[in-house]
C-alpha cells in the first residue's frame, strides 16, 4: 500500500478533493471500509496532481514477535534550557506586590548531562541551553551559590 508523506501539496489536496466531490457530496473521508474505494481515487488523483512533487512511502508490514518494542538505543531529546534567576519583590506599594525576576547573568555552573560534562557561565538573562542531548537525567549546579553556602557555614559554626 502507498501511502502519502506530509506535508501535502495545498493545490493537490483541492484538485483530489474535486475530483471525488459528486460521490461524496463534500463531505470528508473517513478510515471506514466504505470509503476505501474512494481514498484510493483520491490518492491516485493526489498524486496525478501533484506529480513530481507527490511524495510518498511504501508500508510494509512487519512480522511482530512481541506485543512488546524495544526502545532504541539513544532517544535524543531537542533541547534543554536552565534560566537561574531571583526574585525581587517591589515593596513600593505594600497591597499590590509584583514580582521582579532578576537573571543571575555571567554565573558559574557545572551541568551534568547524558552525553558528557559542561562546564561555563550563564548567558546575560542567566540561562544556558543544549540541544540534541540524549533522554535521561541531568544535574545543574550553579558553583557559588554553593560556595555562598560554605561561606556561610564557616562563619556561623565557628
Do not use: H
Amino acid at each position: 500500500m502507498t501511502r502519502l508523506k506530509r506535508p501535502l501539496d495545498r493545490k493537490a489536496v483541492l484538485i483530489a478533493n474535486d475530483t471525488i466531490r459528486s460521490e461524496t457530496g463534500g463531505r470528508p473521508l473517513t478510515m471506514e471500509p466504505k470509503d476505501a474505494v474512494l481514498r484510493k481515487k483520491w490518492c491516485e488523483a493526489y498524486i496525478k496532481a501533484a506529480g513530481k512533487n507527490a511524495q510518498t512511502e511504501t508500508n510494509a508490514r512487519k512480522k511482530v514477535d512481541s506485543p512488546i518494542q524495544e526502545c532504541p538505543d539513544k532517544l535524543i531529546i531537542k533541547w534543554i534550557k536552565v534560566r537561574l534567576s531571583r526574585k525581587k519583590r517591589n515593596v513600593e506599594y505594600a497591597w499590590w506586590p509584583q514580582d521582579v525576576a532578576l537573571p543571575y547573568s555571567g554565573e558559574a555552573f557545572e551541568m551534568e548531562l547524558t552525553n558528557g560534562n559542561k562546564k561555563g557561565t550563564l548567558g546575560q538573562q542567566g540561562n544556558v541551553e543544549f540541544t540534541s542531548i540524549p533522554a535521561g537525567s541531568c544535574t545543574f549546579k550553579c558553583l557559588s551559590f554553593y560556595d555562598e553556602i560554605e561561606k556561610w557555614m564557616r562563619e556561623t559554626v565557628k
